[in-house]
């Protein structure tokens, strides 16, 4: 199975890069056990999530990142499923719980 960070373009990989060794970037690569595709692949999830949000990732109750890159999903469509997988996020954006 291809993975998120194999389909991007080389320039994509290196913008990501770039950003993964800077200071901030070292808390996605932490998060990630140093694996750089799924660090890379945080690192955009919560640049959606705080982009649509206001919050990080990191601000929403425990939740399956890594099952979710493994799966296949897009940074945006893991965001989505958190957030409605998230009790008190999902209520305030008009969720069933």
């Known amino acids: 199975m291809t993975t998120w960070w194999q389909?991007?373009?080389g320039a994509r990989r290196a913008a990501l890069?770039?950003?993964l060794n800077a200071e901030r970037g070292q808390q996605?690569?932490?998060a990630a056990d140093g694996a750089e595709g799924f660090a890379a692949w945080l690192l955009a999830a919560?640049?959606?999530c705080i982009r649509r949000l206001g919050v990080s990732i990191f601000d929403l109750s425990d939740w399956g990142w890594r099952d979710a890159y493994d799966?296949?999903?897009t940074p945006a469509a893991a965001v989505r499923d958190a957030v409605a997988d998230d009790?008190?996020?999902?209520?305030?954006?008009g969720g069933d719980r």
């Open 7 to 9: 389909t991007l373009t």
């Open 17 to 19: 890069r770039e950003a």
């Open 28 to 30: 996605y690569l932490e």
């Open 46 to 48: 919560d640049h959606t």
């Open 71 to 73: 799966a296949g999903a």
């Open 87 to 93: 009790d008190t996020f999902g209520m305030l954006l």
